[in-house]
């Protein structure tokens, strides 16, 4: 039984093959077109998928997309009811995506894959495909189930409950109140954009003090105690398909917006260290009553939606103990949908029996196109770039003592990973331990704010020695504190008050022993490493351990601001050579910088990316 899923004409299209429950590729169509965040229907994607498969167009059985045009269609009526005469800003915004595009969606496929009457065409619900994307690959036989996001259909968070091939949704909290939607009216109010800018938000958060807290609890939000909650929409205007936020929402917070790219003051330190106090405090809420009321002796809890993303809740949610096992779906946005959407109708509609696997069944998100080193060197001799081709061991070796050099290193190898982390495939790696490797990378290879932190990548089994987790996190996921007695003497409010707010100074304090990963109030993104799941990956770092004594390394996506991941040999070498990289790595074909011959480009390319 061969499922094709797709998401699309939202934001972050993606395609997912599933055959007899056994996920062959999944890709977002943003890495093939290099637009970020592409959100048209995933010609690519689903060409990678069959190609993957090797199977043609007319062997698909059935294709499900990932949302229910026709509630969302309903939702959209209510909304412009809602909104009374104040609605051309609503039809003209979704007229050509909900009435030209989404109800026709079928068509689309149609046009896509060809006309086949044998094949069905369905659609899934929206919190649905997530949900079935948390709990179909997970290492569980039973489960509770929750979804948070900005909105699907008219759901913004579900719970649920998975039981082998049945999963039901239990509860569900409706449009316009949404914690995703909340969280994205902070993000756009300080500066950042919406769907793309909210780890910068969530990053941020560290520097400030949550002096807000009240605030939005009295005037923005009421929250119950099983973590339910109602906005007040006298300060949103998201509803009418305009800014996410108002004046009213303006004067509650001291003046308007933060304007894109300006100095970031301590004002969006503070709403952005509140937002994500009020936004952990629900999901706590939220998971305690999912446990209470459906957890019984039920232990494991999986988790989806945009908002399962944040990655500093899911830490404190991990500590909290209120479940003893959690498993979050790595592209837990909408690309995931595409994945769930087709798991969902494999194991409901089809009758397709699953199997559990004792990790998960997501094969370390590893679900993309891949490249073998002598594809690589035609590619490299054709282009007259020059290489030196290792074997692994001298290769791993090589990687190490580049790493210990100081040197920052793309690294290109294996399937791509599905969903927003790199890791470790299309990856640049540093030297975790370089108390300039933060500033470095931010400035001058991924063009983006200094304040931003980077996650580390460490041995799975060392993982204890460096960070306040135990068990493991292998898709860069958890955020836990950097052990204490490796951490320095920091004190982020003198330091705020010394350098005037100027962050690039506060970024250049050591904070550790690893401080390329430490943020700035001590905390990691941490990535746990094991030879099962990635043995290049690995081999990597056990050089570098045997090297320095040192298992982590600096681990940030393969990309600069505003580029989608790498996808392809040609897409690395070309950010490679855009950037102030020092080594790229190709499967077993190592490039140095100062080997290759001169590149020339337009510089608009750095302003666009800058731009976003």
Same mark, same amino acid.
């Given at each position: 039984?061969?499922?094709?899923?797709?998401?699309?004409?939202?934001?972050?299209?993606?395609?997912?093959?599933?055959?007899?429950?056994?996920?062959?590729? /999944?890709?977002? #169509?943003?890495?093939?077109?290099?637009?970020?965040? +592409?959100?048209?229907?995933?010609?690519?994607?689903?060409?990678?998928?069959?190609? #993957?498969?090797?199977?043609?167009?007319?062997?698909?059985?059935?294709?499900?997309?990932?949302?229910?045009?026709?509630?969302?269609?309903?939702?959209?009526?209510?909304?412009?009811?809602?909104?009374?005469?104040?609605?051309?800003?609503?039809?003209?915004?979704?007229? +050509?995506?909900?009435?030209?595009?989404?109800?026709?969606?079928?068509?689309?496929?149609?046009?896509?894959?060809?006309?086949?009457?044998n094949?069905?065409?369905?659609?899934?619900?929206?919190?649905? $495909?997530?949900a079935? $994307?948390?709990?179909?690959?997970?290492?569980?036989?039973?489960?509770?189930?929750? @979804?948070?996001?900005?909105?699907?259909?008219?759901?913004? @968070?579900?719970?649920?409950?998975?039981?082998?091939?049945?999963l039901?949704i239990?509860?569900?909290?409706?449009?316009?109140?949404?914690?995703?939607?909340?969280?994205?009216?902070?993000?756009?109010?300080?500066?950042?954009?919406?769907?793309?800018?909210?780890?910068?938000?969530?990053?941020?958060?560290?520097?400030?003090?949550?002096?807000?807290? +009240?605030?939005?609890?009295?005037?923005?939000?009421?929250?119950?105690?099983?973590? $339910?909650?109602?906005?007040?929409?006298?300060?949103?205007?998201?509803?009418?398909?305009?800014?996410?936020?108002?004046?009213?929402f303006?004067?509650?917070?001291?003046?308007?917006?933060?304007?894109?790219?300006?100095?970031?003051?301590?004002?969006?330190?503070?709403?952005?260290?509140?937002?994500?106090?009020?936004?952990?405090?629900?999901?706590?809420?939220?998971? /305690?009553?999912?446990? #209470?009321?459906?957890?019984?002796?039920?232990?494991?809890?999986?988790?989806?939606?945009?908002?399962?993303?944040n990655?500093?809740?899911?830490?404190?949610?991990?500590?909290?103990?209120?479940?003893?096992?959690?498993?979050?779906?790595?592209?837990?946005?909408?690309?995931?949908? $595409?994945?769930?959407?087709?798991?969902?109708?494999?194991?409901?509609?089809?009758?397709?029996?699953?199997?559990?696997?004792?990790?998960?069944?997501?094969?370390?998100?590893?679900?993309?196109?891949?490249?073998?080193?002598?594809?690589?060197?035609?590619?490299?001799?054709?282009?007259?770039?020059?290489?030196?081709?290792?074997?692994?061991?001298?290769?791993?070796?090589?990687?190490?003592?580049?790493?210990?050099?100081?040197?920052?290193?793309?690294?290109?190898?294996?399937?791509?990973?599905?969903?927003?982390?790199?890791?470790?495939?299309?990856?640049?790696?540093?030297?975790?331990?370089?108390?300039?490797?933060?500033?470095?990378?931010?400035?001058?290879?991924?063009?983006?704010?200094?304040?931003?932190?980077?996650?580390?990548?460490?041995?799975?089994?060392?993982?204890?020695?460096?960070?306040?987790?135990?068990?493991?996190?292998?898709?860069?996921?958890?955020?836990?504190n950097?052990?204490?007695?490796?951490?320095?003497?920091? +004190?982020?409010?003198?330091?705020?008050?010394?350098?005037?707010?100027?962050?690039?100074?506060?970024?250049?304090?050591?904070?550790?022993d690893?401080?390329?990963?430490?943020?700035?109030?001590?905390?990691?993104?941490?990535?746990?490493?094991s030879?099962?799941?990635?043995?290049?990956?690995?081999?990597?770092?056990?050089e570098?351990?045997?090297? @320095?004594?040192?298992?982590?390394?600096?681990?940030?996506?393969?990309?600069?601001?505003?580029e989608?991941?790498?996808?392809?040999?040609?897409?690395?070498?070309?950010?490679?050579?855009?950037?102030?990289?020092?080594?790229?790595?190709?499967?077993?074909?190592?490039?140095?910088?100062?080997?290759?011959?001169?590149?020339?480009?337009?510089?608009?390319?750095?302003?666009q990316?800058?731009?976003?």
């Amino acid at each position: 039984m061969k499922v094709l899923g797709i998401s699309a004409l939202y934001h972050d299209a993606a395609a997912s093959l599933v055959i007899d429950g056994n996920i062959v590729a /999944a890709a977002q #169509e943003e890495r093939f077109t290099r637009i970020k965040h +592409d959100m048209s229907m995933p010609v690519h994607a689903i060409e990678y998928c069959l190609k #993957e498969a090797k199977i043609e167009k007319q062997d698909i059985d059935i294709v499900v997309f990932y949302d229910n045009p026709l509630y969302t269609l309903d939702r959209m009526l209510e909304n412009i009811l809602y909104a009374d005469g104040d609605t051309n800003d609503i039809v003209n915004r979704s007229f +050509d995506q909900m009435f030209a595009k989404r109800i026709w969606v079928h068509k689309l496929i149609d046009g896509i894959l060809g006309v086949n009457p044998n094949r069905k065409c369905m659609v899934c619900e929206h919190h649905v $495909s997530h949900a079935a $994307s948390a709990f179909y690959p997970s290492p569980f036989e039973e489960a509770v189930v929750l @979804t948070i996001d900005g909105v699907g259909e008219w759901a913004t @968070t579900t719970i649920g409950i998975g039981r082998g091939e049945e999963l039901m949704i239990k509860e569900e909290l409706q449009f316009p109140h949404s914690l995703g939607l909340l969280y994205s009216a902070f993000t756009y109010f300080c500066g950042f954009k919406v769907n793309s800018g909210d780890y910068k938000f969530m990053g941020l958060a560290p520097y400030g003090k949550p002096i807000y807290e +009240d605030t939005i609890k009295e005037h923005l939000l009421d929250i119950k105690e099983d973590g $339910s909650f109602r906005l007040n929409m006298d300060y949103f205007d998201y509803q009418y398909g305009r800014a996410m936020t108002n004046e009213k929402f303006a004067e509650l917070f001291g003046g308007p917006p933060r304007k894109p790219e300006s100095l970031i003051t301590r004002r969006e330190m503070d709403i952005a260290a509140s937002a994500q106090k009020v936004t952990e405090e629900i999901i706590l809420k939220l998971a /305690a009553h999912a446990k #209470e009321t459906y957890g019984g002796s039920v232990d494991n809890l999986v988790l989806a939606g945009g908002v399962a993303l944040n990655c500093v809740a899911n830490g404190k949610l991990k500590s909290s103990g209120i479940f003893k096992n959690i498993w979050i779906q790595p592209a837990a946005g909408d690309a995931g949908g $595409s994945l769930g959407a087709a798991l969902y109708v494999t194991y409901q509609y089809a009758g397709i029996k699953r199997t559990i696997c004792e990790k998960d069944s997501q094969k370390g998100s590893y679900l993309g196109p891949d490249f073998t080193t002598d594809e690589i060197e035609r590619y490299l001799n054709e282009s007259k770039y020059r290489y030196h081709r290792f074997d692994h061991e001298e290769h791993y070796v090589t990687i190490a003592k580049d790493l210990a050099a100081g040197k920052v290193i793309g690294l290109f190898q294996g399937k791509m990973e599905f969903g927003p982390r790199a890791l470790g495939n299309r990856s640049i790696i540093a030297d975790a331990r370089s108390e300039k490797m933060q500033e470095k990378l931010n400035l001058k290879i991924k063009f983006r704010e200094s304040f931003r932190p980077f996650a580390p990548a460490v041995l799975e089994e060392d993982v204890s020695d460096y960070f306040e987790l135990n068990g493991k996190s292998p898709y860069m996921l958890l955020v836990a504190n950097v052990k204490k007695d490796r951490c320095s003497r920091f +004190d982020l409010q003198e330091d705020l008050e010394q350098y005037h707010e100027n962050m690039l100074e506060i970024v250049k304090q050591k904070r550790s022993d690893i401080p390329a990963v430490t943020h700035v109030d001590y905390s990691a993104r941490v990535q746990t490493v094991s030879g099962e799941d990635n043995p290049y990956f690995y081999g990597v770092i056990k050089e570098f351990k045997k090297l @320095t004594g040192c298992s982590v390394i600096v681990n940030t996506s393969f990309n600069v601001r505003g580029e989608p991941i790498v996808c392809t040999p040609e897409h690395a070498y070309r950010c490679f050579m855009r950037t102030d990289m020092d080594v790229l790595v190709l499967e077993n074909c190592i490039l140095y910088k100062e080997e290759q011959p001169e590149w020339t480009e337009s510089s608009d390319w750095q302003e666009q990316y800058m731009l976003d």
